[in-house]
């Protein structure tokens, strides 16, 4: 009698141990899909939050009126400059409806500490051909080398490759990535001509060509290149 009870009771402590080591087997599946599950069609998910981390000027060119950039100081000014405005600005730089979104989060320190770091002065060419340069796999090259500062989810990146005043527009890779991996869930080329003034104005005139492109077509482009239901 002895003996069956013990037995017994082994057998429920190990039921026990069995059920609960199920459970964080299960909690952790959850976590892991959660944190590194995203998708290309989550992007295209309303209720799935991006955050915008601004303008990355990696592998970017500057090519033509080297004169109006002035210094390297200046030059670096100008590169936080541009991500503020689309801050500042945001009504008229409107990420957010850009992408189907009622909002974005916002994390543009993480561009602008990576652009920090960007030899600003070899960013600058004469020559046109410099105008198209970047692939794809420059492209998830730059992302596997940031710090996304404990961000998690699915980020938008715009990956500047040039502005040139020789070929009169700029090219932007529109680029979505999850944070969690540093995957590239997907990226696109998109051009625009420049137009404001001064330099500063000039240029996010590009910038924002491109996100009214986003909003007026390009996006559901991409929605039925990329969406999977």
């Known amino acids: 009698?002895?003996?069956?009870?013990?037995?017994?009771?082994?057998?429920?402590?190990?039921?026990?141990?069995?059920?609960?080591?199920?459970?964080?087997?299960?909690?952790?599946?959850?976590i892991s899909s959660t944190a590194f599950g995203q998708t290309k069609s989550d992007v295209f998910k309303e209720d799935?939050?991006?955050?915008?981390?601004?303008l990355d000027?990696?592998?970017?060119?500057?090519?033509?009126?080297?004169?109006k950039f002035g210094s390297e100081s200046d030059v670096r000014h100008m590169l936080d400059a541009w991500n503020d405005l689309i801050l500042k600005e945001?009504?008229?730089?409107?990420?957010?409806?850009?992408?189907?979104?009622?909002?974005?989060?916002?994390?543009?320190?993480?561009?602008?500490?990576?652009?920090?770091?960007?030899?600003?002065?070899a960013m600058f060419s004469e020559d046109a051909k410099d105008y198209l340069h970047v692939k794809t796999s420059d492209v998830e090259e730059i992302i596997s080398g940031y710090d996304f500062k404990g961000k998690g989810g699915i980020g938008l990146m715009f990956i500047v490759e040039s502005f040139s005043k020789l070929n009169d527009e700029g090219s932007i890779w529109v680029t979505f990535v999850?944070?969690?991996?540093?995957e590239v869930l997907f990226t696109e080329h998109l051009v625009?001509?420049?137009?404001?003034?001064?330099v500063r104005n000039f240029w996010a005139g590009c910038i924002n060509g491109v996100i009214t492109k986003m909003q007026k077509k390009e996006?559901?482009?991409?929605?039925?290149?990329?969406?999977?239901?």
């Open 192 to 198: 625009n001509n420049p137009g404001g003034a001064g």
């Open 178 to 182: 999850n944070m969690d991996s540093k």
């Open 48 to 54: 799935v939050p991006v955050t915008w981390l601004g």
């Open 57 to 67: 000027f990696s592998t970017a060119k500057l090519i033509g009126d080297r004169e």
């Open 1 to 30: 009698m002895l003996m069956r009870d013990a037995n017994f009771c082994q057998d429920t402590i190990l039921n026990k141990m069995h059920m609960s080591l199920s459970k964080l087997v299960a909690v952790f599946i959850l």
């Open 90 to 121: 945001s009504d008229k730089y409107n990420i957010a409806k850009a992408i189907g979104r009622k909002k974005v989060d916002n994390a543009i320190e993480v561009t602008k500490d990576h652009n920090s770091e960007v030899d600003v002065m």
């Open 219 to 229: 996006f559901e482009m991409w929605r039925k290149k990329h969406f999977r239901p």
